[in-house]
C-alpha cells in the first residue's frame, strides 16, 4: 500500500465520523426545536356537517366541536377554550383563570411535545408507567379510558371547599408518540349534567394519529 493511500483512509474515516456525529447533533437539534406546546393560533379551522373542526396536522390531533361554540385562545395562547353559546365565567374566577363556568359548558385542551428520557420528559413517561400500573392494580385514583384506541389517565378533582365551587372538574391525558394531549372540562354550573354528557361527545369524536 502506498504512502498517499495510507494518509487517505485515516482521513475519510474522520471525516465520516464527523459527518455521523454532525448528522446526529443536527438530528437531536432538530427535536430539541419541535419540543413544547403548539400554540393556539397554529390550529386551523373548518366547517363541515354542522360542526367545526379543530386540528393541527403536526401533532395529528383533530377534534369536533358544536358550530355554535365559540373557540378562544387560553392563557398565554397554551391552550384552546371550547365554550357552549350559553356559557357564563364563575363570578370567583378571573381573567387568567381556568373556564370555570356559572352557566353553560367549557372544554379545554392542550398539546405539546415531549422527548422521552430526556430533560424534555415532563410527564409523557410518568404518564405512562401511571397508565401501565393502573391497568395491573385495582387501587389506583385514575381511571384508564380509550381515547381514539390511545390509552390515557382520567383524573377527577373536587374542590375542598364544596360551598362555593359545588361540582368537579376532569383532566384526560393522553400520552402518544412523545405528544401528551390534555383534555379538560369543569363541571360547576347549573348545567354540569350536560356539560358531561357534551364532554364525552367530544372525547368520541377527538382523532389522533
Not at 385514575?142 to 368537579?168: A, C, L, M, R, W
Request: glycine residues 6%; aromatic residues 14%; contains cysteine.
Amino acid at each position: 500500500m502506498s504512502k498517499k493511500i495510507k494518509i487517505i483512509i485515516p482521513l475519510v474515516i474522520v471525516l465520516f465520523f464527523f459527518l455521523a456525529g454532525g448528522i446526529f447533533y443536527w438530528w437531536q437539534w432538530r427535536k430539541e426545536t419541535e419540543v413544547g406546546f403548539i400554540w393556539a393560533n397554529k390550529f386551523t379551522e373548518r366547517n363541515l356537517d354542522g360542526e367545526k373542526i379543530i386540528e393541527d396536522k403536526k401533532s395529528g390531533l383533530s377534534v369536533r366541536i358544536p358550530k355554535e361554540w365559540k373557540k378562544i385562545e387560553g392563557v398565554g395562547g397554551l391552550s384552546i377554550i371550547f365554550l357552549s353559546p350559553d356559557f357564563e365565567l364563575h363570578p370567583k374566577m378571573g381573567p387568567y383563570s381556568p373556564p370555570v363556568p356559572q352557566r353553560g359548558c367549557s372544554i379545554e385542551m392542550s398539546v405539546k411535545k415531549e422527548i422521552p428520557f430526556s430533560d424534555y420528559d415532563i410527564e409523557y413517561s410518568y404518564l405512562q408507567k401511571e397508565i401501565d400500573r393502573c391497568l395491573k392494580s385495582t387501587e389506583c385514583e385514575d381511571e384508564v379510558i380509550e381515547v381514539n384506541g390511545h390509552k390515557g389517565s382520567k383524573h377527577i378533582f373536587y374542590p375542598e371547599d364544596q360551598s362555593t365551587f359545588t361540582g368537579n372538574s376532569i383532566s384526560i391525558k393522553v400520552p402518544s408518540n412523545d405528544w401528551v394531549y390534555t383534555f379538560n372540562t369543569y363541571l360547576f354550573s347549573q348545567d354540569r349534567e350536560k356539560c358531561t354528557q357534551e364532554f364525552d361527545k367530544f372525547l368520541e369524536n377527538i382523532l389522533l394519529k
